[in-house]
């Protein structure tokens, strides 16, 4: 049978237990039932992360395209580079055609001739025709003109007639662009698709629509034939208008393979195609030396199209890092290059239901490899080196069988998988070191637990800072830390004993820590430390609240000593479902409604008047009101930008605390809120929380209290949640107390006898 994770114990442990005693043994083995939940709680969220993967990896939820996208172009960009077809050339408009250098001009008119139509850009339309026949003649494939001649010529009707003439004689090698364009009109945006001039469309002329798809992450992704059925309408006259793409090589009467996929394979960025300078056609120096009087061009497809930035024809595509972007002119280079290999880049699962169960089972296996390791580090790095190799093998499946799997999410998923065994390893750990540290103080003196722990040096580091809090720590010279009683983010607090005093009585310490430790931070604290100092010792004169006996600074860090109540709770009288008599509650109500009196004559709204700070003291069995660490930020103005900055901060208990006071406004009558908050549950047995409340906000309650109308209508009008209508004082509220107390006929010893219980009855609160 397999041993169960109790510890991280050796052999030598277990065998120096054994010697002793096996009775704490008994107690480590019962840790081990939480950590099987931890460990089920790893298993269950690696399967909630293989479902859920497997569901993102078919939601076509944005975010998801969005992750998919980015892992497609990082393979293009890790890939590079690579040489594209050689039968594909871009004539482009490139800046040096449209600034041809003046030498040109000024060496040989006859030069000047040649580039005349060229001279502006837009260009003449006769310059195309001259190209148009040129390429031609020299034995082109094709001639796709990436340009959108949709409106008559700017330099007159005779150059839309050479262009037109061109057309007609040698329309069967050209293919012209069609664009769809977002109108807005006073019903709203339309796409419609706009032609070439009608003079234009003659003879064999071919006509394709140039844009591509843009996909969630703003670049060019997919073929330009994915495009039209996104904008599908009932217009016939556009119904037979192929792509661009499909049109140049309709045109060249080049048989392709049907794509299998929709998707570009970019063969790389700008430049990656070869271009010749639009202007080098129609230069004869250039003609006949680079372009060997055209053969060049011989059985090409040539397309023309802008790639100067002048154009305004540039888009981000997935080859190239984003901000960049490339000409509409090379996509449509890269796309042609696509359809004539075959290499449109695929989903290598189709349907929707089977790529879903691949990522499921794919994660879940995973999963599986990662358990065979037993610590949670080794989990993780497993997690990580096998989505590593999930995405190298998306990565090889891209590029050489143009297949695209399920990358982003699997791979997250894998990772996350990793990471929840690591944070249940982590949990286990604390669970096991918070264990092992209750059962050091429960049986401090067995000789099992002395070694075990002297073997454990993590644990002998914890129990070293938790002694060494209440090691007997003197402060200021006298003040004896012999307990801790709690802490928080920005401060502490111990019992100590007084040394200097006979019989070295008990009292409470406060340590402040301040936030800042920078000098400036320092100081603000030490101010805002005297000026609290000096409000507890104001209100420590009252013999309800705990004198303040001492305060002080030490290294930096605040000290306040107050008197020691020994005492309980309230909270244990109020006990919950379980609601005590109407003249017990009335005298709870008297007694703290006569210290609230006393704290707003001083200026003071204590903030968090709750049960379990009020303690009612055995001495005497008086409430005493504790914990005053709300009241400076009431008392004590902003060093700066009072103005700016009215409120308060928002402190204090659920259910206690009045609406007005969780917005950072207190007023003094929301202390006595919280007193009738206070009586409310000493009548239901109810907290605060649990009571509901009407359309108005207003708390329904009396219809769960055995108590006198009268006494009924005080306690609500002291939770009134408007301020307004609330009782504006302590003073008014006990007012109308003390005139229901004097008007009953009722036997107050029961208040008497309810009061005068044996303190040995009820546990004992230290604070």
Known sequence: MAEEPTSTL?????????????????????????????????????????????????????????????????????RGSIIPPENIVILAIDDQSISIPEQYYKTDPQQYAYLESLKSFPFQRSAYAQIIEKLTKAGVRAIALDIVFDLPSSYGTEDDRQFQAALQKYGSKVTLAALYENFETHQGTFIQLTLPHEAFQTGTVSMGTVNFPLE???????????????????????????????????????????????????????????????????????????????????????????????????????????????????????????????????????????????????VSGTSLIITRSNRGTTRVFSSIGLASIWGGVSYFSFVYGQ???????????????????????????KLRTRRLIDIFHRYKTSPVVQEIISQQDDLQDLLDQRDLAVSGKILAGR??????????????????????????????????????????????????????????????THSQIPQLLAYFEQDEEFYLIQEYIIGHCLSQELQSNQGIIEIAVIEIVRELLHILIFLHENGVIHRDIKPTNIIRRHSDQKLVLIDFGAVKEVTITPPQDSEQNPFTIGIGTKGYAPSEQCFGRPQYNSDVYA????????????????????????????????ASHAFIRILTKMVVDDTKERYFSAFEALKDIDELVNSQNSNYSASQNYLSLDSSELPTKLW
């Not at 969220?45 to 497609?72: C, D, K, R």
């Not at 297949?403 to 750990?429: C, D, H, N, R």
């Not at 206070?678 to 329904?700: C, F, M």
Request: charged residues 20%; proline residues 6%; neutral net charge.
């Open 479 to 540: 003040y004896k830390i012999i307990k801790v009683l709690g802490s928080g983010g920005f401060s502490e607090t111990y019992i100590a004993e007084d040394i200097q005093r006979p019989g070295n009585p008990h009292c409470v310490v406060k340590q402040l820590k301040p936030a800042n430790t920078q000098s400036q931070g320092i100081e603000l604290a030490r101010r805002l430390f005297n000026s609290e100092a000096q409000i507890l010792e104001k209100l420590g």
């Open 403 to 429: 297949l695209i799997f399920p990358t982003a999410i699997p791979m997250i998923a894998i990772v996350f998988s990793g990471l929840s065994y690591l944070g249940t390893e982590v949990a286990k750990e």
């Open 675 to 706: 007193v009738g908050m206070i009586g409310i549950k000493a009548l239901t047995g109810i907290t605060p929380h649990e009571l509901h409340r009407d359309d108005q906000g207003e708390l329904l309650w009396s219809n769960k209290a055995l």
């Open 216 to 362: 969630i992450d703003g670049k060019v992704h997919r073929l330009a034939r994915e495009f039209s059925p996104l904008v599908a309408n009932d217009d016939l006259s556009t119904a037979n208008v192929p792509s661009f793409d499909e049109a140049v090589l309709a045109t060249a009467q080049i048989d392709y393979p049907q794509p299998k996929g929709d998707r570009i394979h970019f063969w790389g960025g700008e430049g990656t195609f070869q271009t010749i300078p639009l202007w080098y056609v129609l230069d004869p120096n250039n003609w006949d030396t680079y372009l060997e009087q055209g053969k060049f061009f011989q059985d090409k497809i040539v397309l023309i199209g802008a790639t100067a930035k002048l154009a305004n024809d540039y888009h981000p595509v997935a080859i190239i890092p984003t901000p960049e972007k490339m000409s509409g002119v090379e996509i449509h280079a890269n796309a042609i290059a696509t359809l004539i290999t075959g290499k449109a880049i695929a989903p290598a699962i189709n349907n929707p239901l089977l790529r879903s169960l691949f990522v499921l089972i794919l």
């Open 10 to 78: 050796t052999k030598k442990n277990v065998s120096a237990a054994n010697r002793t005693s096996t009775k704490p043994i008994k107690v480590l083995n019962t840790a081990s039932r939480p950590w099987r939940k931890i460990s089920r709680l790893g298993h269950l969220l690696t399967g909630i992360f293989a479902v859920g993967a497997a569901w993102l990896s078919v939601s076509g939820w944005g975010l998801v395209q969005l992750m998919e996208n980015q892992t497609l172009s990082t393979f293009f960009q890790l």
